[in-house]
């Protein structure tokens, strides 16, 4: 269902205009407050996430080595994290989404996948829908 692409620059416009008219986009879910971060301090590995050739979510991530193995991790260079994600998703989207995100992750050579969840309260509308695949799909919380 979900289409996954690692970010380029090229998608910078797409990103920082999605962000404001998503459910929890904030500033610091922006590209142009992320690119304030030198380039050698992290390797980002953000995520575009389309749905029917149209952008549905971005992933501000970044590469880090755990345990000696790579791992996709929610970008170290600001403190709120996860998907950005449009004010009608649904559980079977949110499902989706991460299922998505894993197999990416396996097909990226990815080990594992560490995601800071931001607090609810920057969300427009509240959704619940996603603590329940996280835990589903066996993630830590």
Avoid: C
């Avoid at 998608?11 to 205009?17: A, I, N, Q, R």
């Avoid at 986009?25 to 953000?46: A, E, M, Q, V």
């Avoid at 969840?117 to 920057?122: I, T």
């Amino acid at each position: 269902m979900f289409k996954i692409n690692r970010y380029s620059s090229l998608d910078e416009s797409m990103w920082d205009k999605f962000v404001p008219n998503s459910n929890n986009g904030t500033i610091f879910h922006l590209r142009s407050f992320l690119n304030y971060h030198p380039k050698n301090r992290f390797t980002d590995h953000s995520l575009i996430i389309t749905k029917k050739d149209k952008l549905f979510s971005v992933f501000p991530a970044a590469e880090k080595v755990i345990n000696g193995r790579l791992s996709l991790i929610s970008h170290p260079g600001t403190t709120v994290g996860s998907f950005v994600v449009p004010e009608n998703l649904s559980i079977a989207e949110s499902m989706d989404l991460v299922k998505s995100l894993i197999g990416y992750a396996k097909k990226n050579s990815l080990y594992s996948i560490r995601i800071t969840l931001p607090p609810n309260l920057y969300q427009r509308s509240y959704l619940i829908t996603w603590t329940f695949p996280f835990l589903n799909m066996v993630f830590n919380t």
